[in-house]
């Protein structure tokens, strides 16, 4: 990486990266002296409501109309979509909640924690905004082009295609066992000290959302991978995805999110199950390849300017 873009993304990277020291050093304070705090709530204003902030107001301000609209368009869409996965996947307790070590705020929406709410927006919004920082930090780095972009695009389509198949066989095992799901069962501490969760039948619900979000992903990235800065999305997906498995990590960790082994695979890498590193990794991917095609949507309709890949 060139010495122009180093500033950009270095510096960012360290203050977050202090960001979450503090905010360990403050909750390890805490408990040691018995203070109780919903550090859920503080958790997602301090570590992801910040770097959401900041980068909205280095990005937007200088953004086209194309990108402000591919913004604005992309986060409704996903926070929509988040809200409504959120109101099922807790009907049927793809996760629940833990709170021997840690309080929620008490405040709710539809009998639904409040900090769920604002959780997956914010984590589906910074994506898209360190796409467009990084892009102002590297405006000539060339797209990939027609000619490269056609092998490349029959990839994505069988890709997509072979993840709606997984999703489907998983639908099939799923409608194999349709009991209800015991909820009255509560997350628990095991011997090893990690926060569990067990019940209903196994039917791979969270894993079943994984495959469809590859789906998703794949048949975006078909569509704009002639025109897309793929190493700026490589970037950021490189620097996003242990941000976000940190941020889950200190959630699982604590109880916040426990993830109910029956509604994965149930492997898990202590409290993490398989299926949260495919999470974010199509959480950094996705905003931003649809974010990249509704640009180009806007950008092409009659009486919008048409943005190549140079001009941005």
Not at 32 to 54: I, N
Not at 216 to 239: D, K, Y
Request: hydrophobic fraction near 55%; charged fraction near 15%; glycine fraction near 8%.
């Amino acid at each position: 990486m060139s010495a122009r873009p180093s500033a950009p993304l270095v510096r960012p990277l360290l203050a977050l990266a202090l960001l979450f020291v503090l905010m360990v050093v403050a909750r390890t304070a805490a408990d040691a002296t018995g203070v109780k705090a919903p550090w859920y709530l503080l958790h997602e204003l301090t570590v992801m409501g910040l770097p959401a902030a900041w980068l909205a107001w280095r990005v937007l301000p200088r953004s086209s109309e194309a990108d402000r609209v591919g913004f604005v368009v992309t986060t409704g869409l996903f926070v929509t979509a988040s809200a409504i996965a959120e109101l099922v996947a807790i009907e049927h307790r793809y996760w629940w909640f833990y709170e021997g070590f840690d309080g929620l705020s008490g405040l709710t929406l539809g009998a639904i924690p409040l900090e769920e709410f604002i959780s997956y927006p914010l984590l589906l919004t910074v994506p898209v905004l360190w796409f467009l920082e990084l892009s102002a930090a590297r405006p000539d780095e060339p797209a990939l082009g027609e000619a490269r972009a056609a092998s490349v695009s029959r990839w994505l389509r069988r890709a997509a295609v072979g993840a709606l198949a997984v999703a489907a066989s998983l639908v099939g095992l799923a409608l194999l066992d349709l009991r209800p799901t015991d909820v009255s069962a509560v997350p628990f501490v095991d011997a090893a000290g990690a926060v569990r969760y067990a019940a209903g039948p196994k039917q791979y619900g969270w894993t079943i959302v994984q495959a469809l979000g590859w789906a998703g992903t794949f048949a975006l990235g078909e569509r704009v991978v002639a025109r897309l800065r793929w190493r700026t999305l490589l970037v950021v997906a490189s620097t996003y995805v242990p941000f976000a498995l940190f941020v889950e990590l200190l959630a699982c960790g604590r109880g916040w999110w426990v993830w109910n082994a029956r509604q994965t695979l149930g492997v898990f890498a202590w409290v993490l199950p398989v299926e949260s590193f495919s999470m974010y990794l199509t959480g950094a991917l996705m905003p931003v390849l649809c974010f990249e095609w509704l640009r180009g949507v806007w950008a092409e309709a009659p009486g919008g300017a048409v943005v190549t890949a140079e001009q941005r």
